[in-house]
């Protein structure tokens, strides 16, 4: 007797299927590895199962104030383990999240909520109490839920995190969601101006989780403990956990950098993949409780968004881990994009940046479009399925960075013979002086070199005769000589660096301005001493 034929399936099932949803990563780690830990946050800890239902019921929550898909959902949080459980939430609600940075001055706070149109918010307590920011989410129309830590007190009538995950339904919400739709709206770190919105699918930030696996060498059986000292809404970090989640990893949750703290943790919780930035390294290195510190638990080291001093890399790779890999990317270009692998550490020195990862495709490209060959300098170009749909209502911006059917990364570079990319500078650094190009980052190189030299960044400022001077703004360490002057650093200069490459001044300042990730604000150099020479310096 024959079958009826099958009746129509509902539409929210056909999406289901087959769809690349980022909150579905938890969702499945969790029918895999229900009992492992996921995160740890100091004496806290969340099995697979207890963060899946725990986002399930936030997902519900804010389905059930009446948000639908391509609401955005702002979060204005330091990390913490029910940061992430409200993220994943807005994810499997079908929502987009909208991460600010919390060091971000108020007004631009403002300018992201505004140009996002964000209309309900996840907040910690600790920011939530500011006048200032209470005040710009009323004039804004903003609802805030609270994220509340150990010893916050939270204001009577906001909801808080913890109160919406402690009911509702635990199951994942049936919501359409396609995995070419917005998930996230990311803003840029302002390192050359005001902030743009990057917006990525499910799809392009997926793409990436299972090549960054591969690539850094994590399985299931295999059980890594991951890091999260970097700050979550940053790509680097949320990349980072995202493929800790899928892989069935680890996560210990750290609220900022504290040297002491995070040598006790990798003891603690036997932490084997630590991602953080040569600064970072550096400051552990030099702790003195590094040599008490049973920190053999560590298999790899990743570093990022700066270069690494060869002095500094090899006694690392001595005494500290043993590989250490350089892992690129940007907002717009999912991270990661490129690694120098650990194999090719004590080969290769300088700003190298290695290949492109599993899943991309990265160039040298001409003023025209024409790919450059290895030693011909040009923008550094990617194609891969991590890019980004563009910025979000800036369709000029959009179409300059995907002219020639490669996203342009603003960088420049050249490939060696080995077809190894190597990073020149942002093209917005190179700086023009007196007919020469010279890149800011080779300056700057040479002036890490000093060891009384603890930060540094070259710029170009207007100057009458050479059109940029070449201009060097730097930190001392604590421990310089008190002899350590700008006749001492340009005398350096002058023995590793051509005439027309050493800076026509040397300023000497406390701290550079620096974003809440480690990127110098170059801009803000710029803006602050344009008119350096004019006044005679």
Known sequence: ?????????????????????????????????????????????????????????????????????????????????????????????????????????????????????????????????????????????????????????????????????????????????????????????????????????????????????????????????????????????????????????SLVVLRGFDPGAVLAAIERHRITVMVGLPMMYGALLAHPQRTARDISSLRLCVYAMAPMSRTLLLRLLDEFCTDFALVSGQTEMYPGATIFEAHEQRRRFGSYWGVGTLVNEVAVMGDDGELLGPGQVGEIVFRGPNVMLGYYNDPEATANAQRFGWHHSGDLGKLDADGQLIFLDRLKDMVKSGGENVPSIKVEEVLLRHPAVLNAAVVGLPHERWGEAITAFVTRRPDAPADFDEDVLTAHCKEHLGGFEVPKKIVFLPALPMTSTGKIQKFELRRAHHDHYERGG
């Open 1 to 249: 007797m024959p079958t009826a034929a099958p009746g129509p399936v509902p539409s929210q099932f056909h999406s289901r299927i087959s769809r690349i949803a980022l909150g579905d990563v938890v969702h499945r780690s969790a029918r895999r590895f229900g009992a492992r830990t996921a995160l740890i946050e100091g004496e806290h800890r969340i099995t697979y199962s207890e963060l899946d239902a725990a986002s399930n019921r936030f997902a519900h929550h804010l389905l059930g104030l009446g948000l639908a898909g391509g609401d955005r959902v702002g979060m204005l949080c330091n990390n913490s383990i029910q940061m992430v459980v409200a993220m994943l939430g807005i994810q499997k609600a079908g929502l987009v999240w909208v991460p600010i940075n919390t060091a971000l001055a108020v007004d631009a706070i403002g300018y992201i909520l505004g140009h996002a149109g964000v209309r309900h918010m996840v907040i910690d307590t600790a920011l939530h109490a500011r006048p200032e920011l209470r005040e710009l989410l009323a004039e804004k129309g903003v609802a805030p839920i609270l994220c509340v830590l150990d010893g916050d007190a939270p204001s009577a009538g906001v909801p808080t995190v913890p109160q919406t995950i402690a009911q509702g339904p635990a199951a994942l919400p049936e919501v359409p969601i396609d995995s070419t739709q917005l998930a996230l709206i990311m803003y840029t770190s302002g390192t050359t101006g005001r902030q743009k919105g990057v917006m990525h699918s499910h799809a392009s930030v997926h793409s990436v989780l299972l090549s960054n696996m591969v690539e850094w060498g994590s399985s299931p059986e295999r059980a890594d403990v991951w890091s999260s000292v970097l700050p979550l809404f940053h790509c680097g970090q949320h990349t980072v956990l995202m493929s800790a989640l899928a892989v069935g990893g």
